[in-house]
């Protein structure tokens, strides 16, 4: 009986921890006022239920509940104590229970304290998910100790914890042993530890905007408070309430009658309040429709988060109330403290440190985890020791046996967690990671280079096409061919981003390609036409004039060519928003039955493609008006969840997890594509897949403006995709109208790169997606960009050397302002124009918070050595001409283009990741930092900078020319000309003569 009725506590542990550690990835918080409304029912049920069944329970066996006589325990326990030469002061504490039960009145005031208490937590908490990114640490570990000295209070007076002939020791022994004052000193360590792992959490700070000139970020901190103190409050009138529960008779621990009653009463006050958070949903129903929708739909992570925080929170609850019965309040109390704030740890710990980075909290986390356990095993000693006095339904010698027992665990995982933080650089490492990501670039060009332009003639063109890609190369290779060598294409052979955007759509029938071609075309959707018959393109759907330059603009690049092509229709995206967002089984299911052309004896002569093609493609105007269409205009809202990353796999952390915390920095989801803060993959680094937190950061993914999106595989053509989007790329037309261009004169010369002003610099529009009134422009990547180089406000990590002066390196802690101040490069980044693309408060808040500067001429630019290219709402449109300047271009961003894999970064340009917290430590290490003042100096590697500039100068005049777009794009062209030919499992250029092998 003992073994089963400790499964409670063991139960309360689990149900703790499990709670504590999933809430903050929960989808759960998805729609908080529905879940808080479920919780707080379910909680209501059980505790009346509970209520209700332990006075029927006690009523049906009034024999249960009889238990060992209290004088054993007493005997037992206190006698060898030091200072137990009181008079027993568990017989103070059993009649102060007695007298303390709790009256009508008393009862009606504290349910009254409670309601209220629930509401207005309610109302804070509501307020504070609007700017929770200006929040503080939580206070939360505090409540332990407030209830601690609560509890001491209570018999306070009745005897004196220390008699004033005591010495120090005695009396600080009698402090700690006291049944009145034990739980004092651990809840006191547990505090400091909590604060200690908290502060140490949230020490490094995402770049996400609190902003500054609104008065949020100070009322968010007085809101905290109050929270804090309601929450006291809350705690204090339950223990008072729950405490009633336990109520010693002469000699037996059982319930009272009131206790009953009072806990179905707590429990009908969770039911009230939740009532009286579905009635207003209830009134909105029926009030306005057109909010109907909104009310009842989630999603289904939500919907699973929420059944298992179904069946989590009863089962707590139960476990807690019937732990309560067991060990009393205080006690339960404690042991659910404990339980969070060892989860806390654990938390913090599991956070992997990469190349010494995340930099480690000052004290470490050895300490708080100390003092953890210490408090742990000090409270399981003062709680044994007080055993015979208040658990005098077991025998002692099993309290002992259980006491050991925890006592064994805690130390188990103190030093389990001791040796869990892997980290094998001890907090600084002796070389930089960008010398060792530079030195990687240059390998690991010179190995993408020399495999990219490998064949030096025909056949041996084709033959690594077929080595390559498993198929023969589409027929009119041979003047594919031609035009690319005779343009002086240093790329012939790798053309893997074609394969990679084609590959799902093989999946697709010729005529199904051409019919879902023509039907969103018909849906006139934002897309614009281009059909190619005869060797001529033309445009033929309803562009309007704004997006005219786009087609006309394409149709340029392809009229150099277009003699060489088949007949075929191409649906182009007008929008710079990609917009195809396959799910991943669909994809999987792509991916499984695409056609891969087995090396069928690769026939030997060349089979052309079909003759009829022109007459397969569909009229638009044959296309019934009712078909239903594909897209789904989803502008102004997020789209992460239902279009960013649901290509992702359902195991991943985007899928499975929901990043709600903007405050901190997300060090796991930048770690696998980072070596310490700096980004080590630049092709994976914008992969919504490991990235949750990417949700909040990007405008495509916050708020998008003409965003017109689709589940199905569907051919467009857009100039650049953000990964997890299957768009087929092709070369921008902006670029290839020289929109922005490399252009310089005398008034605007570029100079050579040591020539230059050391600056950063950077000028854009707030375009990168629409901030409607929600407070969307707050993770946007510009405005971060802007708000930390201008006004930022939380402190930021920095690589710097040891301040002892030996040649190690760490990362540091500090804030923007310093950092400015010392870094050798200046900044001076900013909006240009009005705001734009903004709703409600947030274009006031906007215009507050960053001003805004006169526009600049394009070729400006070139006065400084370093320009930031963020991308906006779509493909970056500056950045070929800024690398084409004697600059080096830092790049954020999460769309890639036609050209990603031709540029490595580190050797071209410098990555920046897209949370924007390696900036300063790359600006440190190719300016300087420190130099002159500081105790921290970095000499600046300006040669290192230097080369970067040339060389992205030089590989972008080879591999980003004009010319190479068209050969891109014919190529591209040819490949959709198999893909939709009747035929394409048998055409394919053969040279002529050539055997098959
Ligand atoms: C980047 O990550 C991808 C996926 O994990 C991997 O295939 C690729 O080799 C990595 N690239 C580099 C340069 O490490």
Redesign the pocket.
Known sequence: MFRKVLLFPCGLVVGACHLSAGLDTSFALDRPLHTIAVVLLLLGLTIVAHGALTSRNRAAHPKNYTAIPLSNGLNNGSNNRPGSRDASPFGEERMGMQKRTLGTKALVGLLGLLLLAICARLAIYQRMTRNMECAGPTAMAFLPLVLAVCHSLRGFGKSPIWNADQLLLDRALQFTFHHLTRYILPSFLLFISSFMVTMSTIALRSTYICPLAHAAASVVHWLQFLGFLIDCVAVLVLYRLLDDVVVRNEDTVAESKDGARNIVWIGLSFVASALGLVLPGVIAYAAFPEHREWLLTASPEYFTSLSILSFMIPFTTLCFLYTIQLYATMSTMLILAFSIAYTQVFQALRVGVSYAFPPKPSTGLALPLMLLTTALILYLIVDTAAEGQTRSKFPIRFGRFQIMLAVLVAFALFVVGLGYRPDVHGGQISSHPITTLIGLANE?HGEWASQAHQSRSLPEAVGRYRERYFRDPPPGFEKWYEYATSRNSVIIDDFDNIEIDLAPFSSLSPAELRSRTAEILADNNGLGGISIRGGKADVFSNVPGTHRWMVDGTIQMIEKFSEFLPDMDVAMNLNDECRVAVPFTKLQEAHAKRELYPDHKFLKDTINFSSDRSSNWLKISKIPTDTPSYFKGVGFNPTFKSYGSIACPPDSPARRERHGNMRTLCTPCAAPHSMGAFVS?W??SASPCHQPDLANLHGLHLSPSAFVGTHDLVPIFSQSRAPGYADIRYPSPWNYLDKAAYEFDDRFPDPPFAKKENTLFWRGATSEGVSAGAGAWRGMLRQRLVHLLNNGTHPQPILLPRRNGNAKLEYIIETPETIKRLLATKTDVRFVGEIARCGGADCADQVLEFGSGNSVDFKQHWRYRYLFDADGAGFSGRFIPFLQSNSVVFKSALFREWYEGRLTAWKHFVPVDLRLHDLFSSLAYFGGYGIGEGQRKLEGRENDAAAIASAGRVWAKKVLRKEDMEIYFFRLLLEWGRLTDENRRELGFRVQGERGE
């Open positions: 690991t993959n092709s994976i």
